[in-house]
Every structure is written in structure tokens, then in C-alpha cells.
């Protein structure tokens, strides 16, 4: 069942939004109050009669100052209440993107993301701050001020009502062409944001390749949309200021006149006519804004459904098991007729078996799309299997807790991800708990130490965006000494020399030699020279396990194992 977690936030801090409520009336009713004073000292005036200045003035002005107070108080009231509620449906809307499935990020782009997360909610500030308690105060003034006019007379207050069927069926109208449009443009904000991060984040393949007039056309063309959709918009905007204007003034006239009629048959009081012109302003204020507000809310409640469309997407499978105490100690990672599949009926992986004992190095090979890196997201649990079963230090991976399960592995892939934050804080992300010394001993054992020394500010140096101030095999001896600090008993190897040069691969070679030490290590190789010494190779094409052994075995088995050796070796 879908869940409402905006309204759930909303009402939790819902005290702060009924004082505010409360304060409206009061407001309101002083000034009834304040109109009435007025009326029956001009009534009194004309009759021939004396008013006492001083009580008048008192009066008035101890109504002034409540209302200043009362306006003042009611204005921190929905302030609270809007920053609470935000800050705590940001806090939900943040923990709930660290806990989706990762298929969720595959399937849906970043720009998207990042415009609810940031656009959406900032939206839902002016719902809470502005529109909300404009539509709440404009019914408690409504219902104030036609009480008080009903008490003046009752058909001036039936004249009153006259028009607001058709104030409802027009913002009806427009509420629903408003809606559509507003969810056609924060779709379209959604394209040329991911339009421009694409340039952005390629910007030097689009230079390489020549490609910055495809990437203009296409941002010609969102932007082209854009425009053609908020000129719509800002003509139905435009419709609505016109039409509520003369909603505005329609009433104002028909009520005065007919309150002028009601004074000259004796109905009405001169005294009681101020007070109705005085009040008919904010009648019609209220009786036309209540409606137009709800417009404007449900143009705002776009975005929060955006928002909400996050919250309600699955999260990932987690069990409760903090550590693994299986039936085999020494069974560390176990596959048990594992199949998967991205795509419904499109399999990657068909019934792989296969058990890695502890402390032992395994290598998978196989052409691409074989099912390797497939098997990196399963073992680090970011996508389920469909059939079979999984172990993890003995125990079904679907009992273990998420995250302690991968406090087990540590990943260092060939495609490296760096923070645009200083080295030191890159290293620390591997355990948030040491200090520098170890930081510094990490970057020993990875061979990266005397390089950050060399740079003006060492371990301060700033890496940018994604580290590209540094070269491939800088930042991948920095993802080492990442997995040195989270000191985790399986090492998961996406072939992290298969792209740097002959210096820098003898490097690399040595920091995992030292890090591989008193592990259990997977490593998806693509050079074959690099696993000739590991405990055992698996082949893998067309998501099975065709041939497994140690390279010898292998080789003197002359199958696929060994015709991409020896083609390596011919290219060579």
C-alpha cells in the first residue's frame, strides 16, 4: 500500500500549524471586533449623540496592538512548522536514496533524481510557508466575515454567495489545465538538466568526437519545449489574474449597491454600511483567494507526488545476521544453482555453482557479457538472484543485514570513483573511524605515499570531480588504500592494471600483493598473465561455468581457457 509520508510529516509537527489556525480567527475577529466600534460610533454620531474619545481610542488601539501580536506570533508559527516538516521529509527523502535498490539508479537518470531531491522539495517550502496557510486563513476569514455580514443582514450575505459556484467551476477548470502543465514542465526541466550534466560529465569525448552540435540541437530542442510549454502556462496564468480580478471587483459593486438600497429603505444603518465596505474587501478576498489557492496547491502537490513516487519505491532485501557462523567455516562465498536476470526472460546467469574456500584467490574470465561483473553486483548484494542460492561465510545472504554483509568485501574496481574533496578525506572513506597515521600507513601499503608527499599540499591536494586531476593509476592506487583501511576479509578485484602503463602496473601489483595477504580474493581478469598463480580459474560464457581449474589444468585441457591464452600471448 502506498504510503503518504508528506501528510505523515505534516501532522507530526501539526501543533505548530493549529496555533497558527487559531491566530487566523483571532486576527479575523478583531477585525469584526474593530468594524463594529466603528460602526456604532458613527451611528451614535449622527443620531446626535456623544462618543467618548479617550474609551474609543483605547479600545481601538488595544485591538491594534493584539493583532500586531497576534500576527507576529502566527507568522513564527508557520515558519516552525515549515521548516520542521522540510527538514524532516529531506531526512526521510535522503535515507530512503541510500537504501533503494540499486536497479532504481540504473533505470532512472541522475538529473531526475537530483531535480526531486532538490527542485521538488524546495517547492514544497513555499506549499507549507505560503500557500497552505493562505488556504486555511482564507476559509477562516470567510466563514468570520459571512457570519458577521448574515448578522448585518441576511440577503446581503445570500447576494454574496451568489457568484461562488461559478468562482468553483472555473478553478476547477483551471486546476486541472494548471496541474497537467506543471507536471509537463517539471518533466521537461528533468531532460535538459540531464541534457547538461551529460556535457558536462563528456565533455571531453564530445570535444574529441566533434559532437557538441548533436548535444546543442538536442538542448535547443528540450529547452524549444520548455519555452512552448511555460507560454501555455503562463497564458492560462494570465487568464486566472484577469478572471479573478473581475470576480473581485463583481461582487464589490452588485453588494455596494445594494447595501446603498438597503440604507435608504432603513435596513441598514450608515454606520453598519461602513463597516459592510470595509468588510466586503476581505469577504471577497477570501471568497476569491480560497478557491485560487487551492489552484496553486495542487499545482505544488506535482512535486510532491514526485517526491513521494521516491519514498514508495522498493528498498533493498535486508535480513538481521550481523556476522556468519555457517555450518562450513570454511566456506566463504558459496553459489547454489544461481540464476539471474535484468530483463524478465532474458537470463544472464543459468544455474552457476561453485564455493571459494577461505584465504584462496579466484579469477573469472570469459568474453564480455559473460556474466562476471554480474556476479561482483550479486556478491556485494546489489541486485537480488531469481533462483538458486547465495551464501556468505555460511549463511544465506538474504538473512544477512545489508550492511554488515558488505562490511565483508572490499571492492577495488578498474573504473575508480573519486570525491572532489582532498586525498586524505578519498582514503577515509574506506573507514571513518581512524586517523591520519593510519590513513598514511594505508597509502604505504598501496605505493601511493611518496607521490601525495611530492604534490603542494599532500594529503590535502583536492582530486576534482570524480578525480580527474589525477592520472588512472594514481587514483586506483588511492582505492587501494581504501580497501587497507576497511581491512575486510573478502577483496572483490575488477581487474584494476588492465589500463595503465608497464611502471605504474608493477605498482599496483605490489600494493594487492600485500592487501590479497590472509584474504579471500575474486578477480574478474582481463589480462590472463595476471592469474597464471591463482587457486583456481573459472570460464564463464553464455552465463555458465564452462571450464574451471588452475591454469595449468586448463591449459593441458586445451578448451576456451586455453585459445584466449594463447591468443593473448600472440598479440603480445
Keep these: 500500500m502506498k504510503k503518504h509520508y508528506f501528510l505523515k510529516c505534516a501532522l507530526r509537527y501539526s501543533g505548530y500549524f493549529l496555533v497558527s489556525l487559531l491566530l487566523s480567527y483571532l486576527l479575523a475577529d478583531i477585525i469584526v471586533r474593530g468594524n463594529d466600534i466603528i460602526a456604532g460610533a458613527v451611528d451614535t454620531l449622527l443620531l446626535g449623540g456623544q462618543v467618548q474619545f479617550s474609551a474609543f481610542l483605547g479600545l481601538f488601539l488595544g485591538l491594534t496592538l493584539l493583532g500586531i501580536l497576534a500576527a507576529f506570533t502566527k507568522s513564527i508559527m508557520v515558519s516552525k512548522f515549515s521548516i520542521k516538516v522540510q527538514t524532516r521529509y529531506k531526512r526521510l527523502v535522503a535515507q530512503k536514496l541510500y537504501r533503494l535498490e540499486y536497479k532504481y539508479f540504473d533505470q532512472n537518470g541522475s538529473a531526475s533524481v537530483i531535480n526531486k531531491v532538490n527542485s521538488d522539495i524546495a517547492v514544497t517550502d513555499q506549499l507549507l510557508g505560503e500557500t497552505l496557510p493562505d488556504i486555511c486563513t482564507s476559509a477562516i476569514e470567510l466563514l468570520t466575515y459571512a457570519v458577521y455580514v448574515g448578522r448585518l443582514n441576511g440577503k446581503l450575505l445570500l447576494l454574496m454567495l451568489l457568484c461562488y459556484p461559478a468562482v468553483l467551476w472555473f478553478t476547477d477548470y483551471v486546476a486541472r489545465k494548471m496541474t497537467s502543465l506543471r507536471k509537463t514542465y517539471r518533466q521537461k526541466v528533468d531532460a535538459i538538466t540531464e541534457i547538461s550534466q551529460d556535457c558536462m560529465s563528456g565533455i571531453l569525448v564530445l570535444r574529441t568526437f566533434g559532437a557538441e552540435d548533436h548535444f546543442q540541437k538536442k538542448l535547443d530542442e528540450a529547452a524549444e519545449a520548455l519555452v512552448e510549454n511555460e507560454e501555455k502556462r503562463t497564458r492560462m496564468s494570465n487568464t486566472v489574474i484577469i478572471t479573478r480580478r473581475i ?201 601511493i605515499h611518496d607521490f601525495i608527499m611530492s604534490l603542494p599540499e599532500g594529503y590535502d591536494t583536492v582530486v576534482g570531480e570524480r578525480g580527474i586531476l589525477l592520472s588512472g593509476g594514481e587514483r586506483q592506487r588511492i582505492s587501494i588504500a581504501r580497501a587497507f583501511l576497511k581491512d575486510a576479509p573478502i577483496l572483490l578485484l575488477d581487474e584494476p592494471t588492465s589500463a595503465v602503463d608497464v611502471e605504474t602496473e608493477k605498482l599496483i601489483q605490489e600494493a594487492l600483493e600485500v592487501l590479497r595477504k590472509n584474504r579471500t580474493c575474486i578477480i574478474i581478469a582481463h589480462r590472463l598473465s595476471t592469474i597464471r598463480k591463482v587457486d583456481r580459474i573459472m570460464v564463464l560464457k553464455d552465463g555458465v561455468v564452462a571450464e574451471a581449474g588452475t591454469h595449468r589444468e586448463l591449459m593441458d585441457l586445451g578448451g576456451l581457457y586455453a585459445g584466449m591464452y594463447g591468443k593473448e600471448v600472440q598479440e603480445a
Design 247 to 447: 470576480l473581485q471587483w463583481l461582487p464589490n459593486i452588485i453588494c455596494a449597491v445594494y447595501a446603498y438600497t438597503l440604507v435608504r429603505g432603513g435596513a441598514l444603518s450608515v454606520g453598519q454600511l461602513m463597516a459592510f465596505i470595509i468588510i466586503l474587501e476581505r469577504f471577497v478576498n477570501a471568497f476569491v483567494g480560497l478557491p485560487f489557492g487551492i489552484v496553486d496547491a495542487r499545482e505544488h502537490w506535482v512535486c510532491v507526488e514526485r517526491v513521494e513516487k521516491i519514498l514508495n519505491e522498493k528498498e533493498e532485501e535486508s535480513g538481521t545476521r550481523t556476522s556468519g557462523a555457517g555450518q562450513n567455516e570454511n566456506e566463504v562465498i558459496a553459489f547454489d544453482n544461481v540464476s539471474f536476470e535484468y530483463m524478465e526472460n532474458v537470463p544472464v546467469l543459468r544455474g552457476i555453482s561453485f564455493a571459494i574456500p577461505r584465504e584462496s584467490t579466484v579469477a573469472f574470465v570469459g568474453e564480455s557479457g559473460g556474466g562476471k561483473s554480474t556476479i561482483f553486483h550479486i556478491l556485494c548484494g546489489f541486485y537480488p538472484i531469481v533462483s538458486g542460492e547465495y551464501r556468505l561465510l555460511g549463511r544465506k545472504f538474504q538473512e544477512w543485514d545489508i550492511e554488515a554483509a558488505r562490511k565483508q568485501i572490499a571492492l577495488v574496481s578498474q573504473n575508480v570513483f573519486l570525491f572532489p574533496t582532498s586525498i586524505y578525506e578519498n582514503v577515509r572513506y574506506g573507514n571513518r573511524n581512524v586517523d591520519k597515521e593510519e590513513v598514511i600507513e594505508a597509502c604505504k601499503y598501496a605505493r
